[in-house]
């Protein structure tokens, strides 16, 4: 069938843009043909809290992508429909993840029915309905696009059961249908420990866990920070960008004396680079106030290193306690716990044969399958 993925995509950078990439290439495995509707505005600068919204890297091959959604401009929602319509599709698929996009995307998909001299279905794949940060106008914003869908793809319990309370009560239990994220296969394979550390500066026999990804008060890092005083002798990797102030972390730092434990790389990590860190941890750690499901637990299982989450949101549905990792409340005392359970007791080669063993149940065909299920 032809699919259209309403999306971000190349050059929008960001774990978004790139799951949706290889969503699409695994539709073109199956025999779909597959067309990205990307956004040639995103978001308007001023409400970017980093500092690029773009790509430095090459363009990927082999997938046609076309950069024509604007979230705030309703005469190109008007011209993006009629694109949209154009393209004759069997389905189309939105990445929902912010309620701002939904008057675009809830209304791009409205007017394209109108404009189309065929039918065709809509399903979202939806990584949050409502954000772990909220604001006000939130759930009318989602109601006004659940309404444009016809069935939802959720990859974590908790986002399915929040799109429940828009729709009505004696909707098909299949409307809303649940795939796990799957493992993150697009960022090379890892390299010897020993030389990643080389190229990252960092000391070659210290116990290191890794934060990646952006750094926003619901992630975390701040208990992170607080932990490692108690979890003595191991340093903390932070790679990623501070979307925010940066002072209250540095204000942990300097009053618990870690400046030597912990290694900073605070800007956005290009794709090229991601396996150096990844490859450079003992453990991925993961200290969320809130989540639904997380991206950076599907990197470390293709790196094939072991997590530490905490017991928030869809988190424990991918990291199996004691099998891939823990799962541990949201406290710094908490976290430093396992985190010397970890190193004291060596369990690496344990949790390393967990996530391997783990891993085979996250596949991007099972989760292409099942958008196209409905």
């Not at 600068?45 to 091959?61: H, N, T």
């Not at 098909?172 to 993150?184: I, K």
Request: charged share 20%; proline share 7%.
């Amino acid at each position: 069938m032809k699919i259209v993925l309403l999306t971000p995509a190349y050059p929008l950078r960001g774990g978004i843009a790139a799951s949706s990439e290889r969503l699409a290439r695994e539709f073109q495995a199956m025999g779909h043909e597959v067309v990205l509707y990307s956004f040639s505005l995103q978001y308007p600068s001023f409400l970017f809290p980093g500092k690029s919204q773009y790509s430095d890297d090459p363009p990927p091959a082999g997938l046609r992508i076309e950069a024509r959604l604007n979230s705030i401009h309703p005469l190109n929602w008007l011209w993006s429909a009629r694109a949209l319509a154009r393209e004759r599709p069997e389905r189309v698929v939105v990445r929902f993840w912010l309620p701002f996009m939904a008057p675009c995307l809830g209304s791009v998909v409205r007017l394209a029915r109108l404009f189309a001299k065929h039918s065709f279905r809509v399903t979202a794949l939806v990584d949050n309905i409502v954000p772990h940060e909220k604001r006000p106008g939130d759930r009318l914003l989602a109601r006004y696009f659940v309404r444009s869908c016809d069935d939802f793809v959720v990859m974590s319990h908790a986002v399915g059961e929040e799109i429940r309370t828009f729709l009505p009560r004696d909707a098909d239990p299949q409307q809303v249908r649940f795939s796990p994220h799957p493992v993150y296969d697009i960022y090379g394979a890892s390299i010897p420990k020993a030389e990643a550390r080389r190229q990252l500066g960092l000391p070659l026999e210290a116990q290191i866990v890794l934060f990646f990804g952006l750094i926003r008060p619901y992630k975390g890092l701040d208990l992170l920070l607080e932990a490692l005083p108690e979890a003595p002798g191991v340093h903390a990797l932070i790679a990623g960008e501070c979307y925010g102030d940066w002072q209250p972390y540095q204000t942990l730092i300097d009053q618990h004396h870690l400046q030597g434990r912990v290694h900073l790389h605070t800007y956005f990590i290009p794709n090229e680079r991601v396996s150096l860190y990844f490859s450079a941890a003992d453990m991925v750690i993961q200290p969320y106030r809130s989540a639904t499901q997380s991206g950076i637990s599907q990197i470390a299982y293709h790196f094939e290193k072991p997590m530490l989450v905490t017991d928030v949101g869809g988190l424990p549905e991918i990291v199996r306690h004691g099998i891939a990792g823990y799962v541990v409340r949201p406290e710094a005392t908490a976290i430093a716990e396992a985190i010397r359970d970890f190193f004291e007791y060596d369990r690496a080669h344990t949790f390393i044969e967990g996530v391997r063993a783990e891993k085979a149940r996250f596949s991007w065909r099972q989760l292409a399958e099942t958008l196209l299920h409905g």
